[in-house]
Nanobody, 125 residues
Framework: QVQLVESGGGLVQPGGSLKLSCAAS????????VGWFRQAPGKERKGISC????????YVADSGKGRFTISRDNSKNTVYLQMNSLKPEDTAVYYC??????????????????WGQGTQVTVSS
């Protein structure tokens, strides 16, 4: 069984921070790129960030630049998304996904092999 499980979501005030975790089981994450996607109510799922398998290349969408940081700890088989200075428009269900590749990562959803079930992030006063 292969599985990705997101955690760390919740309710936070504007300007606050959350750190999301994506834990893999049933496979080793070392040779997988990992992406974070989000889907707001009534909106399409969009890529927000990704990290290459070797941890040497990351991408953050314009909407998160300067606020979001992606990282990984292969010893824990886990990828993180640190989100600072959160805004109401960041409210969404956040999903992580894994892609078998050693190439630079992308946030094209169709390229990813395994998906988590999401964690809710709500930014509101």
């Amino acid at each position: 069984q292969v599985q990705l499980v997101e955690s760390g979501g919740g309710l936070v005030q504007p300007g606050g921070s959350l750190k999301l975790s994506c834990a893999a089981s049933g496979f080793t994450l070392d040779n997988f790129g990992v992406g974070w996607f989000r889907q707001a109510p009534g909106k399409e799922r969009k890529g927000i960030s990704c990290i290459s398998s070797d941890d040497e290349m990351t991408y953050v969408a314009d909407s998160g630049k300067g606020r979001f940081t992606i990282s990984r700890d292969n010893s824990k088989n886990t990828v993180y998304l640190q989100m600072n200075s959160l805004k109401p428009e960041d409210t969404a269900v956040y999903y992580c996904a894994a892609q078998w590749t050693t190439e630079p990562c992308t946030v094209v959803a169709g390229l990813y092999d395994y998906w988590g079930q999401g964690t809710q992030v709500t930014v509101s006063s």
